[in-house]
């Protein structure tokens, strides 16, 4: 199973990025999330979508960020709005299917002026 993050880039504080999540095979069954590291920090989930499209936002994101999926193209994006210089991190998306972990290469978001 491959995973391949796109989307990142430099974006001023406010403003708004996707990023989107293609996975290599079908994930209609499995729940998908976006994680992200900063410097010195530990991987957090930012946000995580299941099968049935219920979806889960890390308190920093609620209202900001919105995580969606679309079986039939097997990605998921994550519209990030509001971006504060916080949100600065390398971005990860994840699935895990028979418990086993599946990892995406980041793809870097720095929120700067």
């Known amino acids: 199973v491959q995973l391949q993050a796109s989307g990142g880039g430099l974006v001023q504080p406010g403003g708004s990025l996707r990023l989107s999540c293609k996975v290599s095979q079908d994930i209609s069954r499995y729940t998908v999330g976006w994680y992200r590291q900063a410097p010195g920090k530990q991987r957090e989930l930012v946000a995580a979508?299941?099968?049935?499209?219920?979806?889960n936002y890390s308190d920093s994101v609620k209202g900001r960020f919105t995580i969606s999926r679309d079986d039939a193209k097997r990605t998921v994006d994550i519209q990030m709005n509001s971006l504060k210089p916080e949100d600065t991190a390398v971005y990860y998306c994840?699935?895990?299917?028979?418990?086993?972990?599946?990892w995406g290469r980041g793809t870097q978001v720095t929120v700067s002026s």
């Open positions: 994840k699935t895990t299917i028979v418990s086993r972990d599946f």
């Open positions: 979508i299941t099968s049935g499209s219920i979806t």
